[in-house]
């Protein structure tokens, strides 16, 4: 069993930066794959960035590339998504979550393991 904590949400004015992070403990004897789903009122979770176990590959969501990075520190068992140039449409609680699937993936039903979320708000 896989436990994730987000944090790092809070309010920013567009154009502003945020850096949320996402603690997971137990299940360490394996190795999952992790990423960043996001969901805004009354719209469905969708994806907005992951990344394998290891870091080699990183994946985004068209309206997020190039403004958001997914980092992991495997020796903390922390994954980050550093979010800058932010717009009011990134407003959304953001969930972390994990994956043993042997890729990643950008539908939250091949996810195993969540978190609780962490509201971010962008104001214009």
């Known amino acids: 069993q896989v436990h994730l904590v987000e944090s790092g949400g809070g309010l920013v004015q567009a154009g502003g930066s945020l850096r949320l992070s996402c603690a997971a403990s137990g299940g360490t004897d394996r190795r999952y794959h992790m990423a960043w789903f996001r969901q805004a009122p009354g719209k469905e979770r969708e994806f907005a960035a992951g990344i394998t176990w290891l870091g080699g590959s990183t994946y985004y969501a068209d309206s997020v590339k190039g403004r958001f990075t997914i980092s992991t520190d495997n020796a903390k068992n922390t994954l980050f998504l550093q979010m800058n140039r932010l717009k009011p449409e990134d407003t959304a609680v953001y969930y972390c979550?994990?994956?043993?699937?042997?890729?990643?993936?950008?539908?939250?039903?091949?996810?195993?393991?969540w978190g609780q979320g962490t509201q971010v708000t962008v104001s214009s």
């Open positions: 979550a994990a994956s043993r699937s042997i890729m990643v993936h950008t539908t939250a039903g091949m996810y195993d393991y």
